[in-house]
């Protein structure tokens, strides 16, 4: 949980400049750590009004949305966000892992948190799937092996 002097340091940087991407962003954020979905997702509307581009308000929209059980297809999207269901991104991973091989000309290891961020980050995508259920999915898997540690390798040895 994350202290209340967060939630009024944001709301006071908010006062100041009521658009501003990043606090909003983080404000949001706050809430939902402290798991106040109903409150996050309020603040992620008003954001995403103000910033439709922006992934941050997209980020807590998605969260907000995922974790009060309501489906983001029915949200009012301006535009379409690229939304990845686990299965493609597990797919995007594992394109990701044979690139990363085939640059290296060995088997590379990856981080699972890294995987989870990495392979969407320049292509302005976003998970509709919590880190725990990432980290889940890619472990069963079989394409994958993971370390006890959460290294992430090809599990076939790709020919390089």
Same mark, same amino acid.
């Given at each position: 949980?994350?202290?209340?002097?967060?939630?009024?340091?944001?709301? /006071? !940087?908010?006062?100041?400049?009521?658009?501003? &991407?990043?606090? #909003? @962003?983080? #404000?949001?954020?706050?809430?939902? *750590?402290? %798991?106040?979905? *109903? %409150? =996050?997702?309020?603040?992620?509307?008003?954001?995403?009004?103000?910033?439709?581009?922006?992934?941050?308000?997209?980020?807590? +929209? +998605?969260?907000?949305?995922?974790?009060?059980?309501?489906?983001?297809?029915?949200?009012? @999207?301006?535009?379409?966000?690229?939304?990845? %269901?686990?299965?493609? =991104?597990?797919?995007?991973?594992?394109?990701?892992?044979? *690139?990363?091989?085939?640059?290296?000309?060995?088997?590379?290891?990856?981080?699972?948190?890294?995987?989870?961020?990495?392979?969407?980050?320049?292509?302005? #995508?976003? #998970?509709?799937?919590?880190? &725990?259920?990432?980290? /889940?999915?890619? !472990?069963? &898997?079989?394409?994958?092996?993971?370390?006890?540690?959460? &290294?992430?390798?090809?599990?076939?040895?790709?020919?390089?």
């Amino acid at each position: 949980m994350v202290g209340s002097w967060e939630i009024e340091y944001c709301l /006071e !940087r908010l006062n100041r400049n009521p658009e501003d &991407d990043y606090i #909003l @962003w983080r #404000l949001g954020d706050v809430y939902l *750590q402290n %798991k106040n979905y *109903q %409150k =996050a997702l309020e603040i992620g509307k008003y954001h995403y009004e103000i910033h439709p581009d922006s992934p941050n308000a997209i980020d807590t +929209l +998605l969260k907000s949305l995922e974790r009060l059980g309501e489906p983001v297809e029915t949200f009012p @999207w301006k535009g379409n966000p690229k939304i990845l %269901k686990i299965e493609d =991104a597990l797919n995007i991973v594992y394109e990701y892992m044979l *690139q990363k091989s085939h640059k290296r000309g060995r088997k590379k290891k990856v981080h699972f948190l890294d995987l989870y961020s990495y392979p969407f980050h320049d292509k302005n #995508l976003f #998970l509709l799937f919590s880190i &725990d259920h990432f980290e /889940e999915r890619i !472990r069963n &898997d079989e394409r994958f092996l993971v370390s006890i540690e959460g &290294d992430v390798s090809l599990k076939n040895d790709v020919k390089l």
